[in-house]
T-cell receptor
């Protein structure tokens, strides 16, 4: 049984570019959450998707957007990248309000 | 607004010691609390989940307690090993905050052989 998977593992972009990160949830899970973790900090909640709709959103600008597909996989899109967007992006999946399981993350570096 | 704090930020102990990591939260209206382990540059591994109605959970050498009234949780690690070296994060899910987890900044643990 595969756990949460994310792609790509690492990504390097320049300021102003756009990036798309992908997440496949654990089998049987229908809810996907995205978190941003800056170096030395705890993860910060970006948003959560359930039934292909954004269920909840954290304190992130509109440059951060997402999508959930019918197979429950999800994408995180970030437009107009800033240096401060450099971080580890974590995806988590669960069923409704149950325990969240995290993927290995995508390391984004913005130059 | 819920805030989660972890003390200490870093801890170094010799192998074999029993140790306690602390987590405090400002709003006692939580749905559950999770403890995670994170190896450098990696994702999070869930260690223990405590529901708001529970007082503690145990898994192997790990024991986590929850005291909602005082806004505290502790993670007890028995007979520490070098392989326990990692960052430990606690996260709370609020009753009225949807599905998001609110994390502390973590405690970086180093267990010396």
């Amino acid at each position: 049984d595969a756990g949460v998977t994310q792609s790509p593992t690492h990504l390097i972009k320049t300021r102003g570019q756009q990036v798309t990160l992908r997440c496949s949830p654990k089998s049987g899970h229908d809810t996907v959450s995205w978190y941003q973790q800056a170096l030395g900090q705890g993860p910060q909640f970006i948003f959560q998707y359930y039934e292909e709709e954004e269920r909840q959103r954290g304190n992130f600008p509109d440059r951060f957007s997402g999508h959930q597909f019918p197979n429950y996989s999800s994408e995180l899109n970030v437009n107009a990248l800033l240096l401060g967007d450099s971080a580890l992006y974590l995806c988590a999946s669960n069923t409704w309000d149950n325990e969240q399981f995290f993927g290995p993350g995508t390391r984004l570096t913005v130059l | 607004k819920q805030e989660v704090t972890q003390i200490p930020a870093a801890l170094s102990v010799p192998e074999g010691e029993n140790l306690v990591l602390n987590c405090s939260f400002t709003d006692s209206a939580i749905y559950n609390l999770q403890w995670f382990r994170q190896d450098p540059g990696k994702g999070l591994t869930s260690l223990l989940l405590i529901q708001s109605s529970q007082r503690e959970q145990t898994s192997g050498r790990l024991n986590a307690s929850l005291d909602k009234s005082s806004g505290r949780s502790t993670l007890y690690i028995a007979a520490s090993q070098p392989g326990d070296s990692a960052t430990y994060l606690c996260a709370v899910k609020g009753n009225n905050q949807g599905g998001k987890l609110i994390f502390g900044q973590g405690t970086e643990l180093s267990v010396k052989p």
